[in-house]
């Protein structure tokens, strides 16, 4: 299973996000958190800035979509070139069709569950999507800790991906550090987002390097 690491940009500097990119270029990609301040109590970029980011970054954008209504606003972040775009469970109304817009318009459907959502009732869609993320924490906010309770929900999701002979990643985020990367990854996670760890780290490419690491090291258990 490839290790993938995806940088948050939340804990980037805001007033200089291209030379904030720049720092993780040896990343795979940049996990961009789109927040609207009604499904999660913060607010973060909309789809102007996220069409620059993409024209920017030295590495494919991982959009992460916090908002209401993903069935309206999603497909535009495909449109404007996101090369993957993750939008919550709870929020949408259809996500089948919604995933296979997203698709059709060129980019990896994810889809999001927050640590309380079970993922039983989407396994028959696995077939539908590019990568199921697993919050870790509560969505909204960088540097929170990491919910252990998230661990055997990884690991149903990864048996299942695992019977049903897909290729679906499994993304975590959320308190994702060099203390709680290894168990992630041992659980079944194969991408992995790292805000604060990485972009509160002096040298962001070696912390992105340590990760990988230990995220290869979770693997091997
Ligand atoms: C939180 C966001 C995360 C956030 C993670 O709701 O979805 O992507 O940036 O931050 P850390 O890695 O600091 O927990
Ligand atoms: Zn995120």
């Known amino acids: 299973m490839d290790v993938l690491i995806t940088p948050s940009i939340l804990s980037a500097d805001f007033t200089n996000l291209e030379a904030e990119l720049g720092r993780i270029a040896s990343a795979d990609f940049a996990h961009v958190d789109v927040m609207d301040n009604h499904f999660v109590p913060n607010l973060t970029i909309g789809l102007p800035v996220v069409e620059r980011l993409v024209r920017v970054s030295p590495v494919p954008v ?27 469970a709870e929020a949408a109304q259809a996500p089948v069709r919604l995933a296979r817009e997203l698709r059709r318009l060129g980019a990896r459907a ?19 999507i590019d990568m199921l993320l697993v919050m870790t924490v509560e969505p909204g906010f960088g540097g929170q800790p990491f919910i252990d309770g998230t661990l055997p929900k990884i690991r149903r999701a990864r048996q299942a991906i695992g019977e049903s002979g897909l290729d679906v990643w499994v993304q975590v985020d959320g308190g994702v550090s060099v203390t709680t990367i290894e168990r992630a ?37």
């Open 110 to 128: 994810g889809l999001a569950l927050r640590p309380a959502t079970p993922v039983e009732p989407f396994l028959d869609l696995l077939g539908e």
């Open 62 to 88: 991982d959009v992460h979509l916090m908002i209401e209504d993903p069935d309206r606003w999603a497909p535009g972040f495909a449109e404007v070139g996101a090369a993957s775009v993750t939008f919550h």
């Open 185 to 221: 990854a041992e659980a079944g996670a194969n991408v992995f987002v790292a805000g604060s760890a990485v972009y509160g780290a002096d040298d962001a490419a070696a912390a992105i390097s340590e990760l990988r690491r230990l995220a290869a090291l979770g693997h091997r258990h």
